[in-house]
């Protein structure tokens, strides 16, 4: 499926454009460089609406046409925003009940950005009506391409506290619960003497002496991912009914926990994603690059998605900020067509002379472009990329699973636990096993049809409804492989403990119990030791009392008062199979284990390739791409073993033996 029905046959390039922030003399010079730069798609106006609207009554669009025609003469289409990411300072003066609230009841104003409140009706209001505004001035506008709605949902205002998003809160409650009563079982009011008599006596939950209701907690992330999507789905409303057929998306980024992608997915035309690696972090930076890419692909499983966001080279918010070394912008961008991308985008065009933003890097610099390493990366890269349109359209199939669902994280992120548990952080390193063998990968939730998967991994399913469990046993049950980790299963929907035993409804499927939870501090842990090959592995952060309930040991624990206990199990269920890792091993221990699994389980890698070579196949229209990237300073040479066809950048036949030049890719079109 193409993203764009106005660019069927390229790969979308290009970035956020900032125009407003430029006297239109460098406009002229904007669109020329673009054109030398293979640019064909903007995201334009994100943060336009003081410029759009300078006061309740008046709207001026005459700088936008100016700048919608200037694009549209020289064949640039626009993303074009809905501008709602900022409200101006006007609209919070005249009308405060914009404002965000924090849990102390603290107000945050303007002068930054994202300063609205998702509850607050006067914010809907003025959106919408500028929605429309937008949506009926460039309807028929021969640039529009798709609508950038709003950007980053919950980015910096991860949730508010006004008495608007108080009342809204408890619509959404009563919508939940129906009654009091019900509500009250739910949260275990009991506890504590928290029973509520009036829905007027609940808020949102605000700064407290000590630890708040988990429920309550929980239901809030709940509800605020819903109230952003609320606006998204407001927005899309009037985008469907005045320009229906020009596709909407927003820019996600996976790791906002505020936001669960999941439950939004269905409401986005595309998949569109902002990634930052941190170039400090070394080859831990393509791996982030990578986990993202799957996340966010996996979200509409049935297209390709669009990086809308990527820095040209160095941002500035982090403490140390260093500049994407040559050629690292191109692989990373290469890496993402690779993992499902059908465009490649990046903020911002031009860098900024003033604001908070002004040294990130961006597509054109603050000196003279034709002496700029970046903008002549810029410029090689959109030579590259419609070399690659016969990949538009295809898909990364994937015959193993992540389970990955936000109201785990959320639950996890709670206070009073035994521990606390870094959940993307887990379910990234049993990723990192998958990406570093070139086996395509897939996140879903448990809920997930998981029918086409021979692997299900479900790191630290803490939270986990009884249907859920269902559903994995049901998998395992037809076939399936299904590696749970330590901490599964506890808790139901409203985070109260499923009582009987640990891990509640994974016990049948995992055949065992969990008797005693063990996190370890800093510098101690314990020890595994594999029954078939005596291989042994330390333990940190996390182990568990296990006992076998038809499960077998396939690796046990060496020290503590739960020395020769199971540290790892297997157990055969109906046609298939259930391990269960109960603790934290060492990448030696966990790659021995996953070994295992991976083959007892028949998921074949994409190919075998040297460290730091990402192999990955896009299928679609009866044709096969294989990219190879070479993550490595140094030229690799690799086998393509029975592979052989075209490679798209140089043009060339290839088969054999494969030379790949430092930071190289090749894109291969398959002979079948
Ligand atoms: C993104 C944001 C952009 C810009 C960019 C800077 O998160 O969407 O507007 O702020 O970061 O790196």
């Known amino acids: 499926m193409k993203l764009l029905p106005k660019l069927p046959n390229a790969i979308a390039y290009g970035g956020d454009y900032n125009p407003e922030q430029w006297d239109p003399a460098v406009w002229q010079e904007d669109v020329r460089l673009m054109r030398e730069a293979g640019v064909n798609l903007v995201s334009l106006a994100i943060f336009s609406w003081s410029k759009l609207q300078p006061n309740e009554d008046t709207y001026e669009f005459g700088w936008l046409d100016r700048i919608m025609d200037l694009l549209a003469e020289n064949g640039i289409l626009v993303c074009l925003a809905t501008a709602t990411a900022s409200p101006p300072p006007w609209l919070s003066v005249k009308y405060p009940d914009v404002l965000p609230v924090d849990a102390s009841g603290l107000t945050l104003h303007h002068g930054s950005r994202q300063n609205y409140s998702p509850s607050s009706p006067s914010y809907q209001r003025f959106a919408a009506a500028l929605v429309r505004q937008l949506a009926e001035r460039y309807r028929a506008h021969p640039a529009l391409a798709a609508w950038h709605v709003n950007n980053e949902y919950a980015c910096h205002t991860s949730e508010c506290h006004s008495a608007d998003s108080a009342a809204a809160f408890r619509v959404w409650l009563q919508k939940k619960y129906g009654t009091l009563d019900q509500l009250n079982a739910a949260w275990g009011t009991a506890f504590w003497s928290q029973i509520y008599q ?12 000590h630890d708040r209701n988990p429920t309550q907690q929980l239901d809030f992330r709940r509800f605020t991912s819903d109230a952003y999507r609320h606006l998204f789905r407001m927005e899309k409303a009037i985008l469907n009914e005045l320009t229906p057929g020009v596709p909407a998306t927003t820019n996600l980024v996976w790791f906002i926990r505020a936001i669960d992608g999941r439950t939004w997915a269905p409401d986005l035309d595309f998949i569109s994603w902002d990634c930052y690696p941190d170039p400090l972090t070394g080859h831990a930076a393509e791996h982030f690059a990578a986990v993202g890419h799957d996340v966010m692909r996996s979200l509409k499983k049935d297209r390709p998605f669009l990086l809308i966001e990527q820095a040209p080279s160095a941002v500035t918010w982090r403490s140390i900020n260093p ?14 067509v690779a993992r499902g991308a059908d465009g490649i985008m990046f903020f911002q065009w031009r860098a900024s002379q003033s604001g908070a933003e002004k040294y990130i890097t961006g597509m054109v610099g603050h000196g003279d472009p034709a002496q700029s390493r970046v903008f002549a990366e810029i410029k090689a890269l959109g030579v590259e990329l419609p070399k690659l349109a016969p990949l ?16 785990v994280c959320w639950a996890l992120d709670l206070e009073a636990k035994p521990a606390r548990l870094d959940y993307p952080g887990w379910a990234s390193e049993l990723h990192r096993y998958f990406y570093e063998r070139n086996i395509p990968i897939d996140f879903i939730r448990p809920d997930a049809a998981l029918d086409g998967y021979a692997l299900v991994v479900a790191p630290a399913l803490y939270l986990l409804t009884q249907k859920d469990a269902a559903n994995l046993e049901q998998f395992v049950e037809r076939g399936g492989s299904l590696l749970a980790t330590y901490f599964s299963g506890i808790v139901d929907e409203n985070e109260h403990v499923v009582l009987g035993g640990y891990p509640g409804h994974l016990r049948r499927v995992l055949g065992l119990r969990v008797e ?8 101690q842990g314990n020890a595994l030791q594999f029954t078939a090959t005596g291989q042994s592995s330390p333990v940190t952060q996390w182990a568990e009392v296990v006992h076998l309930e038809g499960a077998r040991a396939l690796a046990q624990y060496t020290g503590d008062f739960y020395a020769g206990g199971p540290a790892i199990t297997e157990h055969a269920f109906g046609r298939g199979v259930a391990y269960y ?15 295992q699994v991976v083959a007892k389980a028949g998921v074949q890698p994409v190919l075998k390739t040297p460290p730091l070579v990402e192999a990955t196949l896009r299928e679609g229209d009866g044709e096969r791409y294989l990219s190879l990237l070479n993550h490595s300073p140094a030229a690799v040479s690799v086998s393509l073993a029975a592979y052989r066809g075209t ?22 079109q398959l002979h079948s």
């Open 198 to 209: 009036t829905w007027e006596e609940i808020f949102t939950p605000r700064r407290a002496p």
């Open 323 to 336: 500049p994407k070394a040559p050629g690292v912008m191109r692989l990373w961008s290469l890496q993402a």
């Open 516 to 523: 005693e939870w063990i996190p370890f501090g800093e510098g």
């Open 581 to 595: 890792l109960s603790a934290k091993p060492d990448n030696s221990g966990l790659t021995s284990l996953l070994d």
């Open 392 to 407: 538009l359209g295809s898909t990364v199939p994937s015959r193993v699973a992540i389970v990955f669902d936000w109201s």
């Open 647 to 668: 490679e798209l950048l140089s043009g060339t036949a290839v088969s054999g033996q494969l030379t790949l030049a430092a930071r190289g890719v090749a894109v291969i």
